[in-house]
T-cell receptor, first 114, second 118 residues
Framework: AAGVIQSPRHLIKEKRETATLKCYPIPRHDTVYWYQQGPGQDPQFLISFYEKMQSDKGSIPDRFSAQQFSDYHSELNMSSLELGDSALYFC?????????????FGQGTRLTVV | AQSVTQLDSQVPVFEEAPVELRCNYSSSVSVYLFWYVQYPNQGLQLLLKYLSGSTLVESINGFEAEFNKSQTSFHLRKPSVHISDTAEYFCAVTLDPDSGGGADGLTFGKGTHLIIQP
């Protein structure tokens, strides 16, 4: 069965550079969530989208922005990267706006800022 | 706002022994509860969830968790662990839609590293 696809799987950027992470949800899933997991940390919710509209916002820095496109894929744009942005970034998708439906997580994008 | 506490950062246990991973939550309104498992360098996989109804929920690989509203707990148990159960386990919570929840993100606990010793 198709899963949540994230690209790239690994990304190395220098400080002050920009990065774009992509997430392709499971077909027919209309809700996308972004999480950041620092080394040895629990995942922290960043932002979510439902039907291409921002639905909820967590601890997303102002340097980051995200959107969901007409085909429901989502992109997380990160500017002025800092060393502390090095983390595993997960995308999850679900069907419907309610989290009571099962959220499926992607494998994550490991971002390293040097 | 809701929060999740996993008191044990690591739980070592011998193979074939029982295990309990503790999870307590805090919320002023009704919540949904989840356990996720994360194997090294992998994404998060849903183990089981409590939405409503029976307070005891089970997964297909032998884990179970019991929702206890009075103790605000959702402990994860397995009667006999296997070496392949070695992983990080995260308890998570989100608001019940009837309490205003929607596409809210999950709030995770700090995780418990289950270490199976042969």
């Amino acid at each position: 069965a198709a899963g949540v696809i994230q690209s790239p799987r690994h990304l190395i950027k220098e400080k002050r550079e920009t990065a774009t992470l992509k997430c392709y949800p499971i077909p027919r899933h209309d809700t996308v969530y972004w999480y950041q997991q620092g080394p040895g940390q629990d995942p922290q919710f960043l932002i979510s989208f439902y039907e291409k509209m921002q639905s909820d916002k967590g601890s997303i820095p102002d340097r980051f922005s995200a959107q969901q496109f007409s085909d429901y894929h989502s992109e997380l744009n990160m500017s002025s990267l800092e060393l502390g942005d090095s983390a595993l970034y997960f995308c999850a998708s679900s069907s419907g706006q309610l989290m009571n439906t099962e959220a499926f997580f992607g494998q994550g994008t490991r971002l390293t800022v040097v | 706002a809701q929060s999740v506490t996993q008191l044990d950062s690591q739980v070592p246990v011998f193979e074939e022994a029982p295990v309990e991973l503790r999870c307590n939550y805090s919320s002023s309104v009704s919540v949904y509860l989840f356990w996720y498992v994360q194997y090294p360098n992998q994404g998060l996989q849903l183990l089981l969830k409590y939405l409503s109804g029976s307070t005891l929920v089970e997964s297909i690989n032998g884990f179970e968790a019991e929702f206890n509203k009075s103790q605000t707990s959702f402990h994860l148990r397995k009667p006999s662990v296997h070496i392949s159960d070695t992983a990080e386990y995260f308890c998570a919570v989100t608001l019940d839609p009837d309490s205003g929840g929607g596409a809210d993100g999950l709030t995770f606990g700090k995780g418990t590293h289950l270490i199976i010793q042969p």
